[in-house]
């Protein structure tokens, strides 16, 4: 036994043993800058049928490409540890 016990200590000076301890790390976007809050695509039965249709369809899909524009933006901000507003 004592002639074991000297073997595995040698052992342990030859060979510096590496320790590594794994950890998870959840994050979790605020669910503000998740929630669906912006406007969807325009979208009418048969297409956009007069220049009225037409200009409202622009309004629409530029107000929601901002919109996700802003909550990308809040995301990002969130990332570096920045308060998103």
């Known amino acids: 036994m004592t002639l074991l016990s000297l073997t595995l200590c040698a052992g342990c000076m030859t060979q510096p043993a590496v320790v590594v301890k794994s ?4 994050l979790e976007i605020p669910a ?5 809050t912006c406007p ?3 979208v009418k039965d048969g297409g956009p049928a007069t220049t ?3 200009v409202k369809r622009g309004d629409v899909n530029e107000a929601g490409v901002k919109c996700r524009e802003a909550k990308l933006s809040g995301i990002r901000k969130w ?3 920045e308060k998103a507003k």
């Open 23 to 26: 950890r998870t790390i959840k």
């Open 32 to 36: 503000a800058l998740l929630a669906p």
């Open 40 to 42: 969807k695509v325009w």
């Open 52 to 54: 009225g249709d037409f």
């Open 79 to 81: 990332q570096k540890g």
